[in-house]
């Protein structure tokens, strides 16, 4: 199998799986009758990230930290600049108040933590556990909020369905056969990535940042047009907060607990900051005005292509 067509299964498989598995937990979710806001920053805004803890814990394994941290680093680049960008484009992000101040300072405050934990050259096991406990009580924190204001509807404006074991279970394998290709389909990447890398003749980082970033970043760009264009703002903006803190808590926490990893220096001077300074613009236009206009995604869209120009120089 060529390079190319590698790195374009692993793509298509990453994409329908990462599909399967947003369907599959929604549906799970609809079930349990949470609001639009928790399905976007738990369940859509995770779910569209596995791709990335797969393919991180693959390039681990596979000794290519740099593609294990570029891919989360360039992700949360992506999701904000590239995604965000395109999303608001095609309709103005409306944006919560509450997940601006709660959830978006909560994103910022895990960047930060993240620049920290790596300065030294090394994100280790105990870092890995800090992240993931800093995860676990985010989700807490969010989930009993929720409940104590349950949605009277869910994501569709119908009432929740019944529930029902048959339908519960045909959830549930819809989420194992979206796994199971996350898995097939990272492999594949990891693998065509490090043979490009090798023919190009550039760093593991360049490819984790780019290539890898966007592929794994498909699902959330098909979540939040899609969520866009069905005037679900919540969603589209939840699932770009969930998921870049899950990157950052979830998957550089599991990754460097199950594998610890060596921080390419050029991701502590360059990437990680300007990761933090993406995600403070987007905060400061979420803030004003509670919505990204398309002006603003114009300006976020033109900012992925100077730093993607930028990382390939």
């Not at 003749?201 to 979540?223: C, K, M, N």
């Not at 939840?238 to 803190?245: D, L």
Request: proline share 4%.
């Amino acid at each position: 199998m060529t390079i190319a067509a590698t790195l374009l299964g692993g793509l298509i498989l990453l994409f329908v799986a990462g599909e399967l598995l947003v369907r599959g937990s929604v549906a799970l979710a609809i079930r349990l009758g949470v609001s639009p806001l928790m399905i976007g920053l738990t369940v859509v805004g995770f779910g569209t990230s596995m791709p990335e803890l797969v393919t991180s814990l693959q390039a681990a394994i596979a000794g290519v930290p740099g593609i294990a941290l570029g891919n989360i680093v360039g992700s949360n680049i992506a999701n904000v600049l590239l995604i965000l960008g395109i999303a608001a484009l095609v309709c103005p992000i409306l944006c919560p108040v509450r997940t601006v101040v709660r959830d978006g300072g909560l994103m910022l405050a895990a960047a930060l933590v993240l620049l920290a934990l790596t300065a030294e050259g090394v994100l280790g096991r105990i870092d890995g556990v800090l992240l993931v406990l800093g995860l676990a009580g985010y989700l807490g924190f969010v989930w009993f909020q929720e409940r104590r204001h349950p949605p009277a509807e869910d994501v569709t404006g119908k009432t929740r369905p019944k529930p029902g074991l048959a339908g519960a279970l045909i959830d549930v394998a819809i989420v194992l056969f979206g796994l199971l290709g996350l898995v097939l389909g990272a492999r594949l990447l990891v693998s065509g990535a490090v043979d490009l890398a090798a023919i190009l003749g550039v760093s593991d980082t360049v490819i984790g940042l780019t290539v890898v970033a966007v592929g794994t970043s498909l699902p959330e760009l098909a979540t939040s047009l899609v969520a866009a264009i069905r005037r679900q703002p919540e969603i589209a903006y939840g699932n770009i907060v969930g998921s870049n803190i899950f990157n950052v808590l979830g998957i550089a926490g599991v990754t460097a607990f199950a594998h610890p990893l060596s921080v390419p220096d050029e991701i502590v001077r360059f990437d990680l900051p300007l990761m933090i300074g993406v995600i403070l613009m987007m905060t400061i236009f979420a803030a004003t005005g509670s919505r990204v206009t398309r002006s603003e995604g114009a300006t976020l869209f033109v900012g992925y292509c100077a730093y993607v120009a930028l990382v390939m120089v």
